[in-house]
């Protein structure tokens, strides 16, 4: 069973920048794909962003697309979320996941397609 853990969240300015990390331990890293979601208070868990097991296909939410990058390092069991000119509408718990079958090539972008999931980490934009 895959162990996730998020960190890098906090309180930042309309404009500003988080960069959240997500460190995985319990199988071998490099053969899963890792996704990020999140959940605003009063809605339901959104996608974000996801990145292939070998980092080189990336998939963004359309409301993210252009501000947040996504990326791994598979020698530090550790995928990133970069998030650029942040929105108050960007404030939400930020959750990384990852699927249960190794080696997808596929884009995968529904909660449904991850079966082990962080604790989350709190992301709050201020205006």
Known sequence: QVKLVESGGGLVQVGGSLRLSCEASGRTFDNYAMGWFRQAPGKERQFVASINWRGASRNYA???QGRFTVSRDNAKNTVYLQMDS???GDTAVYYCA???RPFIFGALKSAEDFASWGQGTQGTVSS
């Open 62 to 64: 359309d409301s993210v």
């Open 86 to 88: 942040l929105k108050p």
């Open 98 to 100: 990852a699927p249960s």
